[in-house]
């Protein structure tokens, strides 16, 4: 019992302490209960809470048509970056990285259409002053020259 308690108190502080400082806050602004809209229509809700230690933002997106998304989000500092791991119960798998830019998450990465074609994610999400968080997710078809929107919302508490 004795060696418990003394290993116990060995690897606390590592525990505490793994993903302290302000990288590791730079998307704690989208934490939270939302309800999130698009066009003025609420297009879902998204429950945004950190996890293991404060070192993983997770994500869970539902719409009332029965659309579930999940992402798991970390600063990763090996590499100075957010990296953010998207699926969905349509099959979507998209895995994106990026930094804090100017007050706005900003991270992007390849992914694949219905139809099997290659396109390039963007998705920023900006904090507002009245507390709300804007997303808006874009596609290009050309490596970045062209952007499409995919989805422009706002969350709300």
Aim: glycine share 10%.
């Amino acid at each position: 019992m004795r060696i418990l308690l003394t290993l116990a108190a060995l690897f606390s502080p590592l525990v505490h302490s793994a993903c302290e400082g302000p990288e590791y806050d730079q998307f704690d602004f989208w934490l939270g209960s939302w309800q999130v809209t698009a066009k003025g229509t609420l297009a879902g809700t998204n429950e945004i809470s950190a996890d293991l230690d404060n070192c993983v933002l997770r994500e869970h997106y539902r719409t009332e048509s029965g659309f579930e998304g999940r992402s798991l989000n970390i600063y990763d500092k090996s590499r100075d970056l957010w990296h953010q791991t998207w699926v969905d119960n349509q099959g979507q798998l998209l895995q994106l990285e990026g930094r804090l830019e100017g007050g706005v998450m900003v991270l992007q990465g390849p992914g694949l259409s219905a139809k099997g074609e290659k396109h390039l994610h963007r998705i920023r999400w900006t904090p507002n002053m009245d507390g709300t968080v804007r997303q808006h997710w874009q596609v290009s078809k050309d490596d970045g020259e062209t952007w499409t929107d995919v989805f422009d919302g706002m969350y709300r508490k």
